[in-house]
């Protein structure tokens, strides 16, 4: 299973790869753009188009004859009724469709996260690493490992490990010396685990988190692997910084305007793609 789902999201990874040669934020756009098209395509495989159509239609002629009925109270509570019945039947309609793709959604989530919602590393900052023990875990105790590869000597940890029994948490602070990518080795009781570091400033991603089982799906990402089913240690998390929104001039969290210009691309492409929404 985690081979499985480490394979999904590098699909997924090399998916989105295909835009990270367009300059920023237009690669953003491009990739709202795509994910407007795909909500379309899966729509239109899931759903019943005269049904959406239909329901459509009747919750338009529900609103007219509001308005021309203004004067007769009972005309107008009777349209608001059929209204609201049939906005439930277009919903109902287009529901499967939504439901299905929101998993891919979601996948496309956690990994554009990586490439707009964290930013690298800054060197000679404290870093926070966080590693969430195995329940069925025997052993609390963390001690730092300072053999790392000759490559990865630009990380240094700057405090002891501190462990905190009732979170099955181990916390180490670390720094980054150098810019680049770098692994950090941690000996948890008798395992030895890594974690790539990311500190390079032109990075397309970084990797925030290390995990195991169906989480790798969305947790890893590039070339790392995911934990061992075996591992003491069910994922390994660096606090990463969050880098200033500002989308197309406006200030807002990237994922607002994925969502925002992926509507309005799937708006616009309706009529196109013959698709009814």
Known sequence: MDWFAHAIGRAVDLILSLFDGIPTPWNLVVVSIATGALILWI?????????VTSARSQMASAIYEIRLFLDSPRRVIAAQGRFLAWSSVYIGALLPGLLVASIPLALFYTHLDRRYGVAPISTGQPVLVR????????SFSAN????????TAAV??????????????VYVRIEVTEPGI???TLQIGAERISKLISADSDALAVLPERSRG?????ANGGDEPPLSTTSTAERIVVAHPVPAQNWLGVSMPWWLAWL?????AALLLRGPMRVSI
């Open 43 to 51: 729509i239109g495989l899931t759903t019943r188009p005269a049904r």
């Open 156 to 169: 240094r940890v700057v405090a002891p490990p501190l462990t905190v029994e009732d979170e099955r948490r």
């Open 260 to 264: 925002i210009i992926a509507t309005v």
């Open 144 to 151: 730092v490992d300072d053999a790392h590869h000759a490559h």
């Open 131 to 138: 590693v969430d023990l195995d329940r069925d875990a025997e």
């Open 214 to 218: 169906i989480e790798a799906m969305w």
């Open 182 to 184: 770098h692994e950090l």
